[in-house]
């Protein structure tokens, strides 16, 4: 097999080498990539345009330091694009989080082999691999099990710390996973070791997927979803590829989107059959149905998704992000009721859901969770006719430090309906609109980085 031709954008070696290069590729800051390429290896933006297929003027925009005084630079999300990128300036896939690409496939030196592979078997295999020499290679390896093993307790302090901490510090935190696991599978190492860190890196994926798309990165969110989901399927990591198929179903639950969220949610089960995320995937079920108005299809999921939950034992850190709890599913049939109009089923589950999210000396430990149970606790309230404790309610829920954007609006869009449908004249619920409108337009502004 011929190696693959050149482009004329091709990044030598010795600006791949580059760490300010190597981190701007990890961080998808492609522009910077272009500047650095441009500085160190004296690729052209004209090259570069004329490998991805961009106008040259583009090039220079996205180029330009973030310091003249024009504002942030455009970035490059969508995935096909960057692929595009990532072909023309002939990138390692493992250097932006890809998997290797085609192009790195065709590369390697050309083995010349008889017409007659028989002659050369007797000859004592001269030019191949010894068998003995192959197995030697494969125990070889620059890291350790006390390494994977501090890798898989550092993901697993980020999936624990996710129903509380600070969306821009799990973000900066799984970055920085991403990063190192991405420079550990550069050295050398064991089958069973790399598919570890592949493991590693989907599960980091994940986490990363939910935080962007916390903070309103749905096109960074997607990306990670879909990076998690390639490498669920290369690793033969069934719960893996179940989680991608949840956010996804989660993603299409807060666009709307039912028929996609429907068949995600059947993706999901299809991936796994014996881990918690198949309780979470019953649940987006019935959340979808109960928004479609299928009283039958709530139910039905609902009893399904609790039968499984049942069938699991209780985890010890029911916090983690990634392993369904059975206190949680009072927030889901919280959910499912509302929409469906029983309002005292709902207000029952979300008291329960607020006393579980708070802790001993009243800190609120789940503060995601107890934000939407208030905003159900306000629409209970506003179909009965108290406005005033409807509006404190959604407003408390509104002003949470720790937040996600889509799954709060979807339920706080549902309080502002309820109070400008029965009170349209009511000040109280003019101003509440006002809140729920400037945090959807703080929602919809530029994405922020990868």
């Not at 896939?93 to 008889?114: F, K, N």
């Not at 939910?210 to 290369?234: M, P």
């Amino acid at each position: 097999m011929t190696e693959a031709a050149p482009t004329p954008a091709a990044l030598p070696p010795h600006v791949l080498e580059r760490a300010d290069v190597r981190s701007a590729i990890a961080n998808h800051d492609f522009g910077e990539v272009f500047r650095l390429a441009r500085l160190h290896g004296k690729v052209s933006y004209a090259k570069i345009a004329e490998a991805i297929g961009y106008k040259r003027e583009h090039i220079g925009k996205m180029a330009r330091p973030e310091t003249d005084g024009k504002g942030a630079r455009p970035r490059i999300t969508q995935h096909r694009k960057i692929l595009e990128v990532v072909d023309g300036l002939r990138i390692p896939g493992h250097l932006a989080g890809l998997t290797p690409r085609p192009w790195e496939l065709e590369r390697g030196t050309t083995i010349s082999v008889p017409d007659d592979p028989s002659t050369l078997i007797a000859q004592g295999g001269s030019g191949l691999w010894d068998v003995a020499e192959v197995l030697r290679r494969t125990e070889m390896s620059n890291i350790n099990s006390a390494a994977l093993e501090s890798i898989e307790q550092g993901i697993d302090q980020l999936a624990r710390a996710y129903p509380y901490a600070d969306a821009d510090y799990l973000h900066e935190r799984t970055r920085n996973g991403l990063q190192y696991v991405t420079k550990q599978l550069e050295g050398r190492m064991t089958l069973r070791q790399h598919r570890e860190l592949l493991v590693d890196a989907g599960w980091l994926f994940l986490l990363n997927a939910c935080v962007q798309y916390d903070r309103g990165q749905r096109e960074a969110a997607n990306l990670s979803k879909a990076a998690a989901l390639r490498i669920g399927d290369e690793t033969g990591h069934g719960e893996i590829k179940a989680w991608a198929w949840e956010i996804e179903a989660w993603f299409a639950l807060t666009q709307s989107r039912w028929p996609d969220m429907l068949r995600s949610v059947e993706a999901g089960h299809s991936a796994d059959q014996t881990h918690s995320v198949g309780v979470q995937l019953y649940a987006h079920k019935a959340r979808a149905a109960a928004r479609m108005g299928d009283a039958r299809l709530v139910r039905d999921s609902l009893d399904a998704g609790r039968a499984r939950l049942d069938r699991l034992p209780r985890p010890d850190h029911p916090e983690h992000h990634f392993i369904i709890d059975p206190d949680k599913w009072d927030f889901y049939e919280m959910d499912a009721y509302r929409l469906l109009g029983d309002d005292e089923r709902a207000a029952t589950h979300a008291r329960s859901v607020i006393r579980i999210s708070t802790g001993p000396d009243g800190t609120e430990i789940s503060p995601m969770r107890a934000a939407e149970a208030r905003l159900t606790l306000g629409v209970a309230a506003a179909r009965t006719g108290d406005i005033e404790e409807a509006v404190a309610l959604g407003t408390t829920a509104l002003a949470a430090d720790r937040k996600s954007l889509p799954s709060l609006l979807l339920v706080a869009n549902e309080l502002d309906r309820e109070l400008r449908s029965r009170y349209p004249r009511e000040t109280a619920s003019r101003d509440f609109h006002e809140r729920v409108t400037t945090i959807t337009r703080g929602a919809t502004t530029p994405e922020l980085p990868f």
